[in-house]
Nanobody, 121 residues
Framework: QVQLVESGGGLVQARGSLRLSCGAS????????MGWYRQATGKQREFIAL???????TYADSVKGRFTISRDNAKNTNLPRMNSLKPEDTAVYSC???????????????WGQGTQVTVSS
């Protein structure tokens, strides 16, 4: 079974930086898009960023210029870097990936459990 595990969340001061990690494990043939979403308390989940297998990145306007995402395909990992954090960035951040488990399989979406990011003022 494919698993996604996020790490790196925690408490950080406003204007600070935080680096998250999303690692995929299990039966993995290939990984296509890997992305991040966040959901603040009482609010809907929103898209944050994604990176394709070819390294093409897309960012939501709310984080553009502050967040960057990179990818280590050898480790089945992506590494979002969050800079200039604001209290409104406080949310549970979840990793999403489209994973193919064999050369005969289609890609399927998987989600991590999420990691809490709290930005204090």
């Amino acid at each position: 079974q494919v698993q996604l595990v996020e790490s790196g969340g925690g408490l950080v001061q406003a204007r600070g930086s935080l680096r998250l990690s999303c690692g995929a494990s299990g039966t993995i043939f290939s990984i296509d898009v890997m992305g991040w979403y966040r959901q603040a308390t009482g609010k809907q989940r929103e898209f944050i960023a994604l990176i394709t297998s070819g390294g093409i990145t897309t960012y939501a306007d709310s984080v553009k210029g502050r967040f960057t995402i990179s990818r280590d395909n050898a480790k089945n990992t992506n590494l979002p870097r969050m800079n200039s954090l604001k209290p409104e960035d406080t949310a549970v951040y979840s990793c999403n990936a489209k994973v193919r488990s064999s050369c005969y399989s289609e890609f399927y979406d998987y989600w991590g459990q999420g990691t809490q990011v709290t930005v204090s003022s």
